[in-house]
Nanobody, 124 residues
Framework: QVQLVESGGGLVQAGGSLRLSCAAS?????????MGWFRQAPGKEREFVAA???????KYADSVKGRFTISRDKAKNTVYLQMNSLKLEDTAVYYC?????????????????WGQGTQVTVSS
């Protein structure tokens, strides 16, 4: 069984930055796993934000490209999402997820394991 725990969410003013972390546990090695970040705003469907494949391939949603950076520390079994130049529309619950397909996927249905989510609120 895999457990994912997100942290780093909070309240930030527009234009500010936050860094989210997602720590994975429950397996002996996560180096060949693919990780993704998704978000869900009230009344909206969960949407793709960023993903990183086990081999380092990276994908971003167009809405965050150039502002957000996904990275991973295999030694710590942790994936990060650095969020800069935050906008009001970035407000959502952010979830990290894990799958074993071997590439960075944008598809929410490709992911097997999910964290509990962390709230990010951007104020004006």
């Amino acid at each position: 069984q895999v457990q994912l725990v997100e942290s780093g969410g909070g309240l930030v003013q527009a234009g500010g930055s936050l860094r989210l972390s997602c720590a994975a546990s429950g397996r002996t090695s996560f180096s060949r796993y693919d990780m993704g970040w998704f978000r869900q705003a009230p009344g909206k469907e969960r949407e793709f934000v960023a993903a990183i494949g086990w081999n380092g391939g990276i994908k971003y949603a167009d809405s965050v490209k150039g502002r957000f950076t996904i990275s991973r520390d295999k030694a710590k079994n942790t994936v990060y999402l650095q969020m800069n130049s935050l906008k009001l529309e970035d407000t959502a619950v952010y979830y990290c997820a894990l799958q074993e397909l071997g590439f960075a996927s944008r598809n929410v249905y490709d992911y097997t394991y999910w964290g509990q989510g962390t709230q990010v609120t951007v104020s004006s």
